[in-house]
């Protein structure tokens, strides 16, 4: 526990501590010149309206964007692992595929569809004699919430939603319905308060989210001068002349008071009551609803096709344009656009980047995060509160804020200065970003899991070590593929945590897209971003024909 409190008090703690110490430096600049202490930042951030509007403009799309969001997803993550209908594995996974999809791409195929001028469904429905006018605008506060709905909001959820309710004991709800309850009320008043605690991460998860959320608002809201906190501290770092990183810290140190609440309240679902829902005489089932089924799959046809096929269409086609939403040029399609992509050599650098780094991360996250897991739920070993603390306090820091924290250390850091530029400081930080979800899903399926099953194997002469990964392993394999796929997909999707630390040989696909999107050059942006989809998401295939066979089974 001292080795495990050192290790992620130095790599997730210390940066947070340099970007608090950060936010009390009123100098020009914290790279040159002395050390001005003061409360200058601090007082910045609660007396310019602009910065405690953007605060509250993320709490107002967070706001909306999980109460349409979340109800959806546990009715869809409900359907699919406990109600008995065709081809559910299929619909997970596509579920999968859509959360893959980085959000600058889907964000501008929708906006080749709904921008205000040249958006193919613009121009499609400005032809009908009763439209006066443009009707769609993805310039707006709806626009943004439209995208972020069907670029993740719904898709993520279903992803950490579904293995848990598929560990749901079929013996509760046959109880329920013996009881004389309808199947609507055995999943009103036994399923979903069994699943409680997996709900309340899920949600807890999604709140951090939303303060790390970038390109969407940056491409969409900016325009329209509408800020969340993520774009604000985009604008204070490389927007303003000198950058302003005091005030940027200072804003950053505002989401630690969320910790403060959001810890304490996960604590206390769990610790409660008891939510084993496996144990060793766990019984595997599901559920029939008739033709309500249809009704079901004909929702989630069309959340896939909204998330999947329309963005993915209009980037493809605007791919081949000479200039995206622009058919009145002659010739309107053109190779141009993958033929200059192909001839950049900087892209077969940056596919092998982005391999290493997201292969690396994949294997190496899911038996850490799970041993942390582990760790936190089933012993009782002193310092479990303070390292569930680290973790969740190092999630609330939006990457780029993160990455600079890690520039810092690194540069300051004696014996760290080789780390600066190299491969090994980028793989740090994926691995690192994304303990908050893998340590915290990892515990949701370990109080699922019953002790019995490793006191059997415990009696039965078998080590701890050995217990692990005969019984908890193959019992975690479809969480720990998930969790795989899961960094897999964020360390090739990562940019704003690990732009201040890549260097030009190190530059990753993501980066590669950014700075084409930066330069005007968004047909080339755009094909990067079906590059690295098609990337993730064949490997996720791979992934998940292993992960079926493994885990937690129901007879269809």
């Known amino acids: 526990m001292a080795v495990l409190v050192l290790v992620l008090g130095f790599f997730l703690i210390y940066p947070i501590v340099t970007i608090l110490l950060i936010s009390f430096n009123t100098a020009r600049s914290i790279f040159v010149g002395p050390t001005e202490w003061g409360l200058g930042n601090w007082e910045a951030v609660f007396t310019n309206p602009r910065l405690l509007r953007s605060l509250l403009n993320s709490f107002l799309v967070f706001g909306i964007i999980t109460t349409i969001s979340f109800p959806l997803a546990v009715l869809i993550s409900w359907v699919l692992a406990r109600v008995r209908i065709p081809f559910s594995h299929g619909f997970e996974f596509l579920f999968w595929v859509a959360w893959m999809m980085p959000n600058i791409a889907v964000t501008i195929g929708w906006l080749l569809l709904a921008h205000p001028q040249v958006g193919i469904a613009n121009v499609l429905l400005e032809r009908l004699p009763w439209m006066d006018g443009k009707p769609l605008n993805l310039y707006s506060v709806p626009g943004i919430i439209w995208v972020h709905l069907f670029s993740g909001a719904i898709s993520q959820k279903v992803m950490l939603l579904t293995p848990a309710f598929r560990n749901m004991d079929a013996a509760l709800e046959e109880a329920g319905r013996v009881s004389g309850a309808s199947t609507v009320g055995t999943m009103m008043k036994v399923t979903l308060p069994v699943m409680v605690p997996v709900m309340g991460l899920v949600f807890a998860l999604q709140l951090f989210h939303i303060f790390r959320s970038f390109e969407i608002e940056l491409i969409l809201g900016a325009p329209i001068s509408f800020y969340v906190y993520s774009t604000m501290l985009f604008e204070l770092i490389r927007s303003t002349e000198p950058p302003l990183h005091g005030q940027a810290a200072a804003l950053a140190g505002v989401t630690l008071v969320v910790v403060a609440f959001i810890v304490p309240l996960q604590r206390w679902l769990i610790g409660r009551r008891r939510y084993t829902t496996v144990t060793g005489s766990f019984k595997p089932g599901l ?43 002659d010739p309107a399609f053109s190779l141009r656009h993958w033929i200059f992509l192909f001839n950049d050599h900087d892209l077969i650098r940056a596919l092998g980047n982005t391999l290493i780094l997201a292969g690396t991360t994949a294997l190496i996250s899911p038996i850490l995060f799970s041993m942390i897991g582990y760790i936190l739920v089933r012993t009782r070993w002193r310092g479990r509160m303070l390292v569930d ?106 940019t704003s945590s690990i732009i201040l630390l890549a260097a030009r040989d190190t530059v990753t696909l993501s980066i590669l897209a950014l700075e084409y999107a930066s330069v005007g050059y968004r047909e080339s942006a755009g094909i990067i971003s079906v590059l690295i989809m098609l ?8 992934a998940r024909a292993f992960g079926l066979r493994l885990g937690v089974r129901h007879q269809y």
């Open 287 to 329: 559920i029939d609803i008739g033709a309500v089924k249809y009704v079901a799959l004909g929702l989630m046809v069309l959340v896939l096709c909204l998330e999947i096929v329309v963005p993915s269409l209009s980037l493809v086609v605007g791919s081949f344009m000479v200039r995206s939403g622009f058919f009145h040029i």
């Open 389 to 494: 603390s680290i973790i969740w306090s190092s999630g609330v820091i939006p990457g780029m804020l993160s990455g600079l924290g890690l520039l810092l250390m690194f540069l300051g850091t004696p014996g760290l200065n080789f780390l600066y530029g190299s491969i090994w400081a980028l793989l740090l930080v994926v691995i690192m970003q994304g303990n908050t979800t893998g340590v915290n899903l990892s515990k949701a399926v370990f109080v699922q899991m019953g002790q019995d099953m490793e006191d059997q194997a415990r009696v039965s002469g078998a080590g701890w070590l050995r217990t692990y990964f005969r019984i908890w392993i193959p019992l975690l394999m479809p969480t720990l593929i998930l969790l795989g796929t899961f960094h897999f997909v964020i360390a090739a999707n990562s």
């Open 535 to 542: 990337l993730t998401v064949g490997v996720s295939l791979v």
